[in-house]
């Protein structure tokens, strides 16, 4: 079959589009023909071993995975015969934040882990693009306790984490500032926020508005900056550790205080998998899909990806 690998950590030029055997499953996995990837952040800290941790989960000198990929959607071809989930033609995805090796024709997976079917009427490309991102916003909004009417500043609206946090909070009727780049005010708009601010053009600081949740989705402010648009409970969460890596220790500093940093670890991707497939089904969920590479493309998609500048997701075409 044909896959992308690598045997070392570092740039996409290090990847190889090569002639592999395809995986044979053992009793409890299903093999799945991969239709559609995506190119996410998190393949991109995979493949660069980038922040150095990482190599904890993915391999500490080199990769442990010859093929890279975290996410996929296909149909499957293979059952293992302890399998009774699955039957062949299923329509499936997934999604596993260490790696699944899915940027090949075929990949094989424990029926009872990173597999569930796509709903009927979501496509390939849908299904894939509801993981990462939405992975990331399930687990750093599941930290607040809010209810319906609750207001959120959505900072960095338009990565795959910020415009998947947006739809996942106005699902539960909660009140949705976001702010996003000018040439997305659009796409942002049709999310349903309640209100947005284009960063480039406007002080997004300096909003009236008081937030019971302040969430820097692409972690390029600080607390400091949001302080001020927290009501006197509200909390602050960002992707990122922050100027100086504050986000580590300002939830410890911060423990007494009435607003609050915290700093989540994201954790059980299937259990993301299951609840973005339930808003999917309920029409409460509309992946943004930027573009689209092929196998062939995979170093300009790796580099597009790393920039930082995509708008919500990129797909991989498989077959
Ligand atoms: N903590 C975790 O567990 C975890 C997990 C995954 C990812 N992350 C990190 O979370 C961050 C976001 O990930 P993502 O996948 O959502 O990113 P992404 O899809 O690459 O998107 C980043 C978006 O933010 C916008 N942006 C860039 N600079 C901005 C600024 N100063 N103000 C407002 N918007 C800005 C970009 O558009 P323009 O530049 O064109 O405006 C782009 O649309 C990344 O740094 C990633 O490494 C953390």
């Known amino acids: 079959m ?17 002639e592999i055997p395809k995986p044979t499953i053992k009793s409890d996995e299903v093999l799945v023909n991969v239709k559609v990837c995506t ?19 993915t391999g500490l000198t080199k990769p442990k995975h010859l093929v890279p990929g975290t996410d996929y959607s296909g149909i499957v071809t293979e059952v293992g015969s302890a399998v009774k989930e699955y039957t062949v033609g299923d329509r499936v995805w997934g999604f596993y934040d260490e790696g699944l090796q899915s940027h090949a ?8 882990t990173y597999i569930t079917k796509i709903p009927e009427n979501i496509s390939f490309e849908e299904a894939v693009a509801s993981g990462e991102g939405a992975h990331y916003a399930i ?29 996942i909070l106005k699902a539960r009727d909660i009140f949705v ?18 209100r947005i601010y284009d960063y480039l053009t406007q002080d997004w600081t300096g909003d009236e508005l008081k937030y019971d949740f302040v969430f820097d989705a692409v972690g390029k402010s600080s607390f ?8 006197k409970e509200g909390a602050y969460i960002s992707s990122e550790l922050g100027p100086g ?12 205080s009435s607003q609050k940093v915290i700093f989540p ?14 808003l999917l089904r309920k029409n409460q969920y509309k992946p943004l899909i930027e573009r689209s590479y092929s196998l062939e493309d995979i170093v300009d998609a790796y580099t597009y990806v790393q920039s930082g500048q995509k708008t919500g997701n990129v797909l991989l075409k498989i077959s």
Not at 224 to 231: A, E, F, Q, T, V
């Open 39 to 57: 190119i996410n952040r998190t393949d991109c800290g995979i493949l660069w071993a980038k922040p150095f941790p990482i190599r904890l989960f």
């Open 105 to 112: 024709d075929y990949v094989a997976i424990k029926a009872n």
């Open 139 to 167: 687990n750093f909004i599941n930290k607040i306790d809010l209810q319906a009417g609750d207001k959120v500043l959505v900072y960095g609206a338009t990565g795959a984490i910020g415009s998947a946090a947006v739809q």
């Open 2 to 18: 044909k896959a992308l690998t690598r045997t070392q950590y570092g740039g996409p030029e290090n990847i190889i589009l090569a």
């Open 245 to 256: 890596n504050q986000n580590l220790y300002l939830p410890l500093l911060t423990r007494f």
């Open 177 to 194: 500032t976001a702010v996003a780049n000018t040439q997305n005010m659009a796409k942002i708009k049709a999310l349903g926020v309640d």
């Open 224 to 231: 400091g900056i949001c302080k001020p648009l927290l009501k």
């Open 265 to 278: 670890i994201p954790k059980d991707t299937k259990a993301s998998m299951l609840i973005m497939n339930d």
